[in-house]
T-cell receptor, first 114, second 112 residues
Framework: NAGVTQTPKFQVLKTGQSMTLQCAQD?????MSWYRQDPGMGLRLIHY???????DQGEVPNGYNVSRSTTEDFPLRLLSAAPSQTSVYFC?????????????FGPGTRLLVL | QQQVKQSPQSLIVQKGGIPIINCAYE??????FPWYQQFPGKGPALLIA?????SEKKEGRFTISFNKSAKQFSLHIMDSQPGDSATYFC???????????FGQGTRLTINP
């Protein structure tokens, strides 16, 4: 199993550009989520999904869109990048449950917005 | 509004020492408290977790202590090794939910 994979590893964008961060998992997990990690702020939840066709907002959703057309993939879209979106982005997945399920994180995408 | 507060931000300990990282929470609806370990350039990985019905959980050299009345929990690393040098995050999730709320993180350095 590859686990959770993310592409690209690193990306530089100019303000106003759009891009999609890819996330895929091969563990047949229903629950997937996106976090951003900033110094001194831990990881903050952007969006999450409890299954194909179902998504919801997390703590910091503004400026990001998601969709979930398959169980395996959960892309994160930046519609118009801003310098405030410079961060490291992590995708995670877990079995669907009532809480307490181990979440498995990908290796991250480092994004720099100029 | 930081729902889970973690301290210290950074910690340096000599090999064999016992680093202690503390977290505090406000919301009594939290019922699952994991700790994640992150090495540079990698994603976080689950280290150990606890539910509020027990006061302590131990896995190898890692121990979580939980104080429900004080709404605090902490991670202790016994016989610390240079390989334990990493960033540690505490987290919490609500009853019946899988969304995690993370603390700010602690960068731990174990000197040889």
């Amino acid at each position: 199993n590859a686990g959770v994979t993310q592409t690209p590893k690193f990306q530089v964008l100019k303000t106003g550009q759009s891009m999609t961060l890819q996330c895929a998992q091969d563990m047949n997990h229903e629950y997937m989520s996106w976090y951003r990690q900033d110094p001194g702020m831990g990881l903050r939840l952007i969006h999450y999904s409890v299954g194909a066709g179902i998504t919801d907002q997390g703590e910091v959703p503004n400026g990001y869109n998601v969709s979930r057309s398959t169980t395996e993939d959960f892309p994160l879209r930046l519609l118009s990048a801003a310098p405030s979106q410079t961060s490291v982005y992590f995708c995670a997945s877990s079995r669907k449950g009532l809480g307490g399920e181990t979440q498995y994180f990908g290796p991250g995408t480092r994004l720099l917005v100029l | 509004q930081q729902q889970v507060k973690q301290s210290p931000q950074s910690l340096i300990v000599q090999k064999g020492g016992i680093p202690i990282i503390n977290c505090a929470y406000e919301n009594t609806a939290f019922d699952y408290f994991p700790w994640y370990q992150q090495f540079p350039g990698k994603g976080p990985a689950l280290l150990i977790a606890i539910r509020p019905d027990v006061s302590e959980k131990k896995e190898g050299r890692f121990t979580i202590s939980f104080n429900k009345s004080a709404k605090q929990f902490s991670l202790h690393i016994m016989d610390s090794q240079p390989g334990d040098s990493a960033t540690y995050f505490c987290a919490a999730s609500y009853q019946g939910a899988q969304k995690l709320v993370f603390g700010q993180g602690t960068r731990l350095t174990i000197n040889p």
